[in-house]
């Protein structure tokens, strides 16, 4: 890749402002907005999204690309500090703090589940391991049911469950997998989960507009959901909702934790060793290798079997996984995704380490995870070529 340039530029595009900082590698900066904008502006029209942030990193060069309205009704314009839900790429949060809690010996990947919450000692977790609950292998399955609204009643769950397939064997995506990881990494830090990503993680990644509880005095930069009826909704917070998908955040603090992930920001030691933790490589099922909850591929990859992994079988169905004997570190040459979703908002993250470059894309609107992939493939290529 050629030595990047940092252009500024302002444009008014749809019904809001769009403010961008481009990356330029060479083109002339209007080529480089025309690049962009011909592959977002479709999106945007095609799904009726009212407000979009992009954010791309280049060796810890930040380029910001902000289109459209935080709220219909109040046409507020998107900015780097706009707040969305991220829906599952919170999952890759609470695996970088129960990540934390591995390197600062108050839990290990190999113990039991049951070993950390009593509530389930003589139960399935006996034998289930907490590594399987942040690849999706436990055979836990997707949703909470909807008869369950407290710990009582979900730990009842847990204690009753039976897998349908012998642990490790598939994998299952699973809320309640990550969910109970996040559970064990709140009860060996002494504190509610909640309070330990907004006061422990969130500072030391220096997040400092992310939240699960959005406060009063930030609520004026969440934006407004909307369903792919249009209907203005956020999200309700339900059972295992904190550690599975309810963080609301914005592109200037994603886009530094995908820095953090390509070290190309400075942190504390533990933090960072946690963070590298998280892409070790444990399972690989089709084209796709597991790391703790991010997906890695062999990189160049061709668009065609980026969407393969991110298909919705891979989400809704049970898939074969083979274990890694011993487990795979990180390569620099892959790309590395994760994507979220809410009934309001979507969301998609990807980075490649051997390149120092990644996206982070949000929306205020639910649309597909296929066009989100293809959006971020064709962005990262933009940058790249």
């Given at each position: ?48 999204i009212p407000g979009m942030a992009i954010a791309v990193t280049y060796n810890g060069n930040h380029s910001f690309y902000n289109y459209g309205v935080a709220s219909k009704n109040t046409q507020q314009p998107i900015t780097n ?305």
């Amino acid at each position: 890749m050629k030595k990047i340039k940092m252009v500024k530029l302002c444009c008014i595009l749809m019904s809001g402002v769009a403010c961008l900082s481009y990356a330029g590698d060479g083109l002339e900066s209007g080529n480089l907005k025309d690049s962009v904008d011909n592959v977002v502006l479709p999106v945007l029209k095609k799904y009726a999204i009212p407000g979009m942030a992009i954010a791309v990193t280049y060796n810890g060069n930040h380029s910001f690309y902000n289109y459209g309205v935080a709220s219909k009704n109040t046409q507020q314009p998107i900015t780097n500090h706009t707040l969305f839900e991220i829906g599952s790429l919170s999952k890759t949060l609470t695996a970088t703090l129960a990540s934390y809690a591995h390197v600062t010996s108050r839990l290990s990947f190999t113990d039991s589940a049951s070993k950390y919450l009593p509530a389930l000692h003589g139960s399935t977790f006996d034998a289930i391991n907490l590594l399987s609950l942040g690849t999706h292998t436990s055979g836990l399955p997707l949703f909470v049911a909807e008869n369950i609204h407290n710990r009582s009643q979900l730990m009842d769950y847990y204690k009753k469950w039976k897998p349908t397939y012998t642990p490790g064997t598939r994998r299952t995506y699973s809320n309640l997998g990550i969910g109970l990881l996040g559970k064990v990494t709140a009860e060996v830090m002494n504190q509610p989960f909640d309070l330990a990503l907004e006061k422990q993680l969130f500072p030391a990644l220096g997040m400092k507009h992310s939240y699960i509880n959005v406060p009063a005095d930030q609520k004026k930069y969440y934006a407004q959901g909307y369903t792919k009826k249009d209907e203005p909704i956020r999200l309700n917070m339900g059972m295992l909702a904190s550690e599975a998908y309810g963080v609301k955040s914005s592109t200037m603090d994603l886009i530094r934790f995908i820095d953090a992930n390509m070290q190309l920001i400075k942190l504390e030691k533990t933090w960072q060793q946690a963070i590298n933790n998280t892409h070790i490589g444990y399972f690989k099922s089709g084209n796709m290798m597991q790391g703790l909850i991010w997906e890695h591929y062999d990189y160049p990859i061709s668009l065609k079997r980026l969407l393969e992994g991110n298909s919705p079988a891979m989400i809704l169905e049970p898939s074969s996984v083979k274990k890694f004997n011993p487990p795979k570190q990180l390569q620099a040459d892959v790309l590395v995704n994760k994507t979220g979703s809410t009934n309001g908002f979507s969301a998609y993250a990807a980075f490649i380490p051997s390149q120092k470059l990644g996206v982070v894309i949000l929306a205020n609107k639910s649309y597909p995870i296929e066009q989100r992939v293809t959006l971020g493939y064709q962005i990262l290529t933009i940058l790249h070529d």
